[in-house]
């Protein structure tokens, strides 16, 4: 069973990704004069979260609550089957959007929580974390992606799976707890790449095609082998597990009809919440409980 609140939470983050909800104005505001005492007021926290992802790079902000305040995201190959592979460019974007974030909320955003494919060595986890660090943001907690996304879903027992730009990340809870995690490259790139080879087309044009609804029915017996992969890896890594449920999150799960190829492929329900691209994103910025983000007015 899935959090109760789950489909209110994406649509709002959804809202404020999309700049259609302005961020409470009452957390940019310093108190008013005829405060004598500004400094024994409770200040209010924010919490961050940085998902560097194959395909998009995602920011989002949360309130004391953990409720969405502002959201960025953009389109970037910065990242190949989970690892960094233009740190430049990683730290540059980024960069970007903490600025359009600041603008947006009035103040400074100094700490962030970052995610990392379940499985990949140490060495690549400490990378995501320079890139945040340099783009200057203390980075004091990192979280795998299923992980990340379970704290959003809140779900006791299942299978996590998200399926990003690059990998398939597992990971498998019982009462709650993670007890298995495993990832294997193979997500939205390789959907692009079997577009591009079958039409004949550039990979940025299979990209627009493969991210518009409109052209799903025609193009999944093209992109239908890669499900199934992804159906084959799920597969293999919950065999020893008692899973009867599996929920899909990440932006790969937006092509309609994989949630029923995997579950054909595994024999086990599948479930795919609203708007599964910020899940993830969402998750890890609940994980940023740093000190560091209280927000400072300069009183």
Known sequence: MMNPHL??????????????HSPAQVMAQPPAADDEYP???????????????TAYTVMVVLDE???????????????RDGLVVDFHGAIRLLSELKERLEARLGFELTSAATTYPPGVP?????????????AGLNCEQTVDEPTAANAVLQIKNGAVVDVGGGTTGVAIFK????????????????FSLVIAGALDIPFEQAETLKKDSRQHRR?????????????????RHIQAHPVD?????????????????????????TLIPGYPLFVTPLGVAMHNISKVNEVNYGW
């Open 219 to 235: 193009l999944f017996p093209v992109v239908r082998p890669v499900m199934e992969k992804v159906g084959v890896i799920v597969a």
């Open 122 to 134: 140490l060495s690549e986890v400490q990378a995501t974390r320079h890139v945040v660090e340099a």
């Open 245 to 269: 449920t599996i929920y899909l999150v990440g932006g790969t799960v937006c092509f309609a009809g994989i949630d029923k190829v995997v579950q054909n492929v595994t024999g086990i329900k």
């Open 65 to 79: 609550a953990m409720q969405p305040l502002a959201g960025e995201y953009r389109f970037a190959q910065i990242v």
């Open 7 to 20: 489909d209110a939470l994406l649509a709002q983050t959804r809202a404020v990704m999309n700049n259609d």
């Open 175 to 190: 009462d709650g707890e993670v007890i298995y995690t495993a990832d294997e490259p193979t997500g939205g790139t390789h």
């Open 39 to 53: 400094w024994e007021k409770s200040r209010p926290r924010v919490h961050v979260g940085v998902d560097l992802g």
